[in-house]
């Protein structure tokens, strides 16, 4: 043993012992792959013979590795460091060269002479051991092992990757000799389904925060350097870099089972230091992911950042707009993946959370059971966070295809608390300014969903489930709630990009020059606007008299008339909108709603501007001419009835609106001569417009309920029941009913009647109408059956006469299909 020993020192400094030619051949061709000095290097020759005999004897790779490691071993111990290096050399040289099936047994030695150098504390064994494992990872193996374990290596490289070793320049080597450590790991293991499993969350749970401590690195360098072209050489080989390239190499390499391994500690290095607020970490972090992650993977990664949206359902109100913001960031990225088969669960969970942040900000406290809120709720903070999740679900239905989309915005239309029409929004009531609120979010939202989005089938997009309830919204009091919806319209409307072209209410003497986007309307709008179109004009008429409209209300409602007019109109709907905007001239004259005079002139400016654009749309010189003549007269004689007199000069409108002149109107009897004469309906045109009132018009808080008054009510308004009771039977005709139904013979006395009635039904108490309506309703009950009687006696006999079951005779009766029925009775 002693001699074995002495020949063991003197081989090791290149001298021949005694022993010598006793010792194994392996052991004999290793040691003579070391030189005298260790300056020297690795004995090339030496070297060259020493893998001859591995390849010829691969059994005796274990041996060699074995003999190697002990070797090395004690170099470490004994600080020699250049034979540590000589050792580690010809470990890699005979590493690459063989292949055989003994490899594993080599692979065992090896590893644990990289594992003895990465314990060192050292900086230059631990560099020296890293790239020796990096050259290892890069082979390929030929045979499986079962039993190899890389737990060490991930634990140490991942130390090495928070080094905080005192000189600033070993610290950045050790570190980038950490994170290329890990991807060495990576590369060894990930493919290979009989390796170690690294994306368990044991291992996740080390690599991935290590990799994200130093990208935080990048944040400085990027304040440095803006530009990634311009970034120097040594800029680009940081341990931020050198970490970012690791990350979307492991990202790039997930698998549909591995994503959530992956993403959660990403959100726990996030939430642990604190970076959601500022965000430009966390986004940045996450522009990473999406780009590496393979796009069929995508919604994963946005299913794991609403889940943890939920987890956080109760952090302060930055945390959150942080993720909600980084949830945008990914969605744009990540395209028409993004969503994923769960399309409303992601919608609602947003939607859900806009709720929330509106509870707390009312509340003052996020968990409501509680009276003592632990943390202060910031009003404008919570504003914040509304405000990006609104911006992230238009980023999100941005992605969305169009048949998707329209599911979306039939979703939140369902979640927006309307009044029903058997109970009305009360001002007064607790809680109606959270409902408002939510109202206003989620109307925003919608808006956000309609941006951008071109249905070429508006009948698809905007179904009477969609529809009816939108235009609800538009009849309530609040005229920030009416202006969303009028412009949730246009958005859908406007599919050739000419609402901009309608910013202002404004009379254009040449239309030429906005350089509209016209199409022939095609057989779906047709068929939209066939079904639809009295519901939009009856909207457009109650929205232009509410009496707290403002310029941009009017700027929006002018901008959907033209729209209207651009997008869906045919013959028809021309007429049609023509009737409308006469209906509101009509409306502003005879004030019967008791309008401001401002609202009275801006609807004349409105109807102004619209007559102008319609006309030249026609290209009916007859029709321009007329209207330009009303508006040259108004121009010189009445500033206030147009667009620059009321929304620019408002100096100009007076105290109060007295009777109009002829010439300053737009005359029906005019505009229906001219539009004869080239194939419009006149028949159409010469019927006035009068809107459709239904029992939703009460949410408009107008207080008109005397306008929805059905027609049994107004017939026999001017007769009380008791009068009707003490008045002789009359003989009931059919111009009796006429008369009943066409009212008083003067204009004057027909509007004092309906005022009246107007009036009774606002101040009456509620069991006084009860009783007038019920007691008329009888009344007319008994006319009905009265006629009914007439109209259903047996047809006259030949002779003339009829002789009765008594044998008296009766003068003949007029049949029934020889009466005249008035107009008005014809359906």
């Not at 609403?306 to 744009?332: F, P, Q």
């Not at 969303?484 to 901009?500: A, C, F, K, M």
């Not at 040259?632 to 007199?645: D, I, N, S, T």
Request: aromatic content about 6%; charged content about 25%.
């Amino acid at each position: 043993m002693d001699c074995c020993g002495i020949a063991d020192h003197h081989v090791g400094n290149g001298v021949c012992g005694c022993c010598g030619a006793l010792r194994p051949r392996y052991k004999r061709l290793v040691d003579n792959i070391f030189p005298e000095d260790s300056e020297d290097g690795l004995v090339k020759a030496n070297m060259e013979k020493l893998t001859f005999y591995a390849l010829s004897a691969p059994e005796k790779l274990d041996r060699i590795g074995a003999y190697l490691a002990e070797r090395l071993s004690r170099d470490v111990a004994r600080h020699r460091y250049g034979y540590v290096c000589i050792a580690m050399e010809a470990l890699d040289q005979l590493l690459m060269a063989c292949h055989c099936q003994s490899i594993n047994l080599f692979v065992e030695s090896f590893l644990k002479m990289v594992a003895k150098l990465l314990e060192s504390d050292k900086a230059a064994l631990q560099i020296l051991g890293t790239n020796s494992f990096i050259k290892f990872a890069n082979i390929e193996e030929d045979t499986p092992s079962y039993h190899r374990s890389y737990d060490f290596f991930v634990s140490r490289f991942s130390e090495m990757c928070h080094s905080g070793h005192d000189d600033v320049t070993d610290r950045t080597k050790i570190r980038m000799a950490g994170i290329k450590g890990l991807q060495g790991v990576v590369r060894k293991t990930v493919n290979d389904e009989l390796q170690a499993n690294i994306w368990e969350p044991q291992h996740m749970d080390k690599i991935v925060p290590s990799l994200l401590f130093n990208l935080q690195q990048a944040e400085e360098a990027e304040s440095r350097s803006p530009s990634p072209l311009q970034a120097t050489e040594k800029e680009k080989e940081s341990p931020a870099a050198v970490a970012e390239g690791c990350l979307r190499e492991l990202l790039g390499r997930a698998v549909y089972g591995n994503i959530k391994n992956a993403i959660k500690p990403v959100l726990m290095h996030l939430d642990n230091h604190s970076l959601w607020e500022p965000k430009q970490f966390a986004v940045r972090c996450f522009k990473i992911i999406m780009y590496s992650v393979q796009s069929q993977h995508s919604h994963l990664v946005i299913q794991q950042l609403v889940g943890h949206l939920d987890a956080n359902s109760k952090s302060i109100a930055k945390v959150r707009t942080g993720i909600v913001e980084v949830l945008s960031e990914s969605a744009v990225i990540a395209a028409g993946g993004s969503v994923g088969p769960t399309v409303l669960e992601v919608f609602n969970t947003l939607l859900r959370h806009l709720r929330l942040s509106i509870d707390y900000e009312l509340t003052g406290k996020y968990d409501s059971a509680s009276n003592i809120s632990n943390q202060i709720i910031k009003e404008h903070e919570e504003r914040v966070f509304q405000e990006a999740v609104i911006k992230t679900i238009g980023a999100f239905a941005n992605t969305l295809p169009a048949y998707q989309r329209s599911e979306v915005m039939l979703f939140i239309m369902g979640k927006v608390p309307l009044p029903t029409v058997h109970q009305a929004l009360d001002v007064g009531k607790p809680g109606d300014n959270g409902n408002r609120m939510i109202q206003l979010m989620l109307l925003k939202s919608l808006l956000q969903v309609t941006i951008g989005f071109q249905s070429s089938n508006l009948l698809a997009t905007l179904p009477t489930s969609f529809l009816e309830p939108l235009l609800s919204a538009s009849l309530m009091e609040d005229a920030e709630l009416r202006l969303l919806v009028i412009e949730i319209l246009l958005s859908l409307i406007d599919r050739q990009g000419n609402r901009q072209k309608f910013s202002h209410v404004s009379i254009v003497p040449d239309i030429s020059v906005l350089m509209l986007t016209v199409e022939k309307c095609s057989r779906q709008d047709t068929l939209f606007m066939k079904k639809h179109s009295q519901t939009l004009y009856r909207y457009i008429y109650m929205s232009c008299k509410q009496e707290n409209n403002s310029r941009i209300h009017y700027d929006a409602l002018y901008a959907m008339l033209a729209l209207i007019s651009v997008e869906l109109a045919n013959e028809e709907v021309v007429v049609d909108l023509i009737r409308v905007v006469l209906a509101l001239q009509e409306l502003s004259l005879t004030n019967e709603d008791n309008l401001p005079v401002w609202t009275c002139c801006a609807i004349h400016a409105l109807s102004s501007a619209y007559l102008n654009l319609i006309s030249q749309l026609t290209s009916l010189p007859a029709f321009c001419q007329h209207i330009q003549q009303v508006i040259e007269v108004r121009r010189k004689e009445a500033l206030y009835l147009l667009p620059e007199g009321v929304f620019q000069a408002e100096s100009s409108i007076p105290k109060s609106m007295d009777k109009l002149e002829k010439e300053l109107l737009f005359l029906q009897s005019k505009i229906s001569e001219v539009l004869a004469g080239s194939g419009y309906s006149s028949e159409r045109l010469g019927v006035p417009y009068i809107p459709q009132f239904t029992e939703e018009d009460r949410l408009s808080k107008r207080k008109s309920i005397g306008e929805t008054i059905s027609l049994q009510v107004e017939v026999e308004s001017r007769n009380s029941p008791e009068k009707e009771e003490k008045m002789p039977a009359e003989e009931i005709t059919f111009e009796t009913l006429k008369k009943a139904i066409d009212g008083g013979a003067m204009e004057e006395q027909e509007r004092e009647r309906r005022r009246q009635v107007v009036e009774k039904f606002q101040k009456a108490p509620f069991e006084e109408i009860a009783a007038h309506c019920g007691a008329r309703a009888t009344i007319l009950q008994n006319k009905l059956n009265q006629i009914f009687e007439i109209t259903i006696r047996p047809p006259p006999s030949p002779s003339g006469t009829i002789t009765a079951a008594y044998g008296q005779t009766q003068s003949r009766s007029v049949p029934v299909y020889e009466m005249k029925f008035p107009d008005l009775c014809v359906y």
